[in-house]
């Protein structure tokens, strides 16, 4: 049914940590640049981080530098976002984004919810 799914959002308090899950099913995996989204209420959806397809070249949002880690394991087909320092200034839908030759993939969206 969907190519793109994430997980492991959830309500937490200011400081603590969440890691996001995504597991992508929409072909060669490794060959996909990989990125999170983020979109809060009344807001439009705004990048957070990104991943190449080998791993080795990641980027972040200013206001998630130094507090989140992308990685992925192209094994599991999977791309992780581990989230620290967590503000409430976070809170917002998360969506997983793969980048293909042809198509852009995304996840429904998982909600993180962090309270002051």
């Known amino acids: 049914q969907r190519h793109v799914v994430e997980s492991g959002g959830g309500l937490v308090q200011a400081g603590g940590s969440l890691r996001l899950s995504c597991v992508a099913s929409t072909g060669t995996f490794s060959s996909y640049t990989m990125g999170w989204f983020r979109q809060a209420p009344g807001k439009e959806r705004e990048f957070v981080a990104g991943?190449?397809?080998?791993?080795?070249?990641?980027s972040y949002a200013e206001a998630v530098e130094g507090r989140f880690t992308i990685s992925r394991v192209n094994a599991a087909n999977t791309v992780y976002l581990q989230m620290n320092s967590l503000k409430p200034e976070d809170t917002a839908v998360y969506y997983c984004n793969a980048q293909t030759m042809n198509v852009d993939y995304w996840g429904q969206g998982t909600q993180v919810t962090v309270s002051s």
């Open positions: 991943i190449s397809g080998n791993g080795y070249s990641t």
